[in-house]
């Protein structure tokens, strides 16, 4: 499973952090400026001051964080793990950002990554249909959390979107075979149809 993680505080950002989480959050008129993801402990970020960075840990959803989920095998991620590893100490694309996001020139540094352009990679290596026939450079972090979100329907305590009728599971993540199945069932009572297979699933309380 995919835990991606949209950062909204500035607070204990380095200087050059907080003048690219301000810039971004003006530019794009939303309040993420930075997101990143976790798979199966491992957080993988793109930022100014460090460049693509792997690091062990969590992100604790709290007013600094907005966290989405997408369920995905243990084979993905492993795709995903060795293509991040491979990537892992590039440069920060400060090129991609003002060609494609400041300018919208789209163009980019092949070789760099900033977070979102590196999370709707992701997201396309993971096969999230949404993210399949975009340029990740392209992506803000408003975007990603917005194609994220783009199929889902809220149904009372859970928002969700129901695929097809597939049986999916991994032997090799129990957590993955526990969650989904009760979700599942939780969405089936509440839309009062047969739904055996969830793209994307997020507990969430009604405003």
Not at 3 to 9: L, N, R
Not at 91 to 113: L, M, S, V
Not at 143 to 151: E, G, I, Q, S
């Amino acid at each position: 499973m995919l835990v991606i993680a949209f950062k909204k505080g500035i607070d204990n950002l380095s200087l050059i952090n907080r003048l690219a989480a301000k810039s971004v959050q003006w530019w794009t008129k939303s309040e993420f400026f930075h997101v990143e993801v976790i798979i199966d402990g491992i957080i993988v970020s793109s930022t100014p001051d460090t460049g693509l960075k792997i690091s062990q840990g969590t992100r604790i959803q709290d007013n600094d964080w907005d966290i989405l989920y997408y369920p995905t095998k243990s084979t993905t991620n492993k795709i995903i793990l060795d293509f991040v590893r491979e990537e892992e100490g590039t440069k920060y694309d400060w090129f991609g950002i003002f060609f494609a996001q400041f300018i919208n020139r789209r163009r980019e540094d092949p070789e760099k990554w900033f977070c979102s352009e590196l999370n709707a990679k992701i997201l396309q290596l993971a096969g999230h249909k949404n993210f399949q026939n975009i340029e990740p450079f392209a992506c803000t972090p408003q975007d990603v959390y917005n194609l994220l979100k783009y199929l889902h329907m809220k149904t009372g305590a859970i928002v969700v979107a129901i695929a097809h009728e597939k049986e999916i599971t991994d032997d090799d993540n129990p957590e993955f075979n526990t969650i989904i199945p009760s979700l599942i069932t939780s969405s089936s009572v509440s839309l009062c149809a047969k739904a055996s297979y969830v793209w994307y699933t997020k507990l969430e309380k009604e405003k």
